[in-house]
């Protein structure tokens, strides 16, 4: 009997290509009227006890062993506190879409972190063409403004903005090499909950405590960040990461701009020419590169199995 394909990993995968394309502007509202690493932490911490409430009184997963949530905890630290949280630290500095641009760097460095480590999941030539290809869209997509980078008070953002695009990536090749069959959303519970709970120390360092606003823009953001930003794209985002290769994953990295352009220029009247056009097109081309080379591997695999 033929067994009937999976598609609910590509769906949860689209979920967070789509959603998380829309955090951007969120967050930069967010933390234009709140400080960013208290702003995380509310939002990481509130996400992940209400993902606990509600996995508890469905009964629907057995919580794991203490060694497991240390492994979930050193998780939510690569990816939350140090990913998001940086993330939202720069965006009080730079535009969400600077942002977005470069976070879509993640699955280069993917790729480079699993060449150094030098096991499993190395790219081919297709895999790696595709991806250069879809950051070529990404940044021919957003050439014109190049020019903001060079600004000095830009800098510091974008520099720390790259520190977490390396610190998702370790996260999730982390996730995804310490794999294990249990209930991917209590490991999204557990990873938001000690990820936003790390960012309380750093908020005390670094935060301007003095400029906490509980203005209606802070909480509509604060709001949608925690009910889709994070407990339905973050337990979307740990699915699709279990079930589909790391690369695949990683390539809602370049939807995320995509989304961002999109509904820029819907609400905000924002720029969309030709040049963004041809940019979205080259992007779905390196998409499309990568699944084949995805494709082309497997098939390669299972004729030297038979050797």
């Given at each position: 009997?033929?067994?009937?394909?999976?598609?609910?990993?590509?769906?949860?995968?689209?979920?967070?290509?789509?959603?998380?394309?829309?955090?951007?502007?969120a967050l930069r509202i967010g933390v234009l009227h709140f400080p960013p690493f208290l702003f995380t932490a509310i939002r990481q911490v509130s996400a992940g006890v209400i993902l606990m409430m509600l996995?508890?009184?469905?009964?629907?997963?057995?919580?794991?062993?203490?060694?497991?949530?240390?492994?979930?905890?050193?998780?939510?630290?690569f990816l939350i506190t140090m990913g998001n949280g940086l993330v939202a630290w720069s965006e009080v500095h730079i535009p969400s879409g600077v942002a977005a641009i470069i976070c879509s760097l993640m699955p280069v460095a993917v790729i480079l972190i699993n060449l150094a480590i030098g096991r499993d999941e190395k790219p081919n030539l297709t895999i790696g063409f595709g991806v250069m290809l879809g950051l070529g869209g990404i940044v021919l997509m957003f050439s014109e403004h190049v020019a903001e980078f060079s600004k000095t008070e830009y800098?510091?953002?974008?520099?720390?903005?790259?520190?977490?695009?390396?610190?998702?990536?370790?996260?999730?090749?982390?996730?995804?090499?310490?794999?294990?069959n249990s209930n991917p959303f209590v490991n999204a519970a557990l990873q938001m909950f000690f990820g936003g709970l790390f960012c309380l120390p750093i908020s005390l360092l670094v935060d301007d405590l003095t400029t906490v606003s509980w203005s209606p823009e802070a909480?509509?953001?604060?709001?949608?960040?925690?009910?889709?930003?994070?407990?339905?794209?973050?337990?979307?985002?740990?699915?699709?990461?279990?079930?589909?290769?790391?690369?695949?994953?990683?390539?809602?990295?370049?939807?995320?701009?995509?989304?961002?352009?999109?509904?820029?220029?819907?609400?905000?009247?924002e720029k969309l020419n030709l040049t963004i056009g041809l940019a979205i097109?080259?992007?779905?081309?390196?998409?499309?590169?990568?699944?084949?080379?995805?494709?082309?591997?497997?098939?390669?695999?299972?004729?030297?199995?038979?050797?």
């Open positions: 009997m033929k067994t009937r394909p999976n598609y609910l990993p590509y769906v949860a995968l689209a979920a967070v290509s789509f959603i998380w394309g829309t955090t951007y502007l996995i508890t009184s469905l009964k629907k997963a057995s919580w794991p062993s203490g060694g497991y949530v240390l492994q979930q905890a050193v998780a939510g630290f800098l510091l953002g974008i520099l720390l903005t790259l520190g977490a695009v390396v610190s998702w990536a370790f996260g999730s090749i982390w996730i995804k090499r310490h794999h294990s909480v509509y953001t604060l709001l949608y960040l925690i009910v889709f930003g994070s407990i339905v794209a973050y337990a979307s985002y740990l699915y699709a990461l279990r079930s589909l290769p790391m690369t695949i994953v990683s390539l809602y990295a370049y939807v995320n701009p995509l989304v961002a352009v999109i509904l820029g220029w819907i609400v905000l009247n097109a080259v992007t779905i081309a390196g998409i499309y590169l990568v699944n084949r080379g995805y494709q082309l591997r497997n098939v390669w695999r299972a004729q030297f199995s038979k050797l």
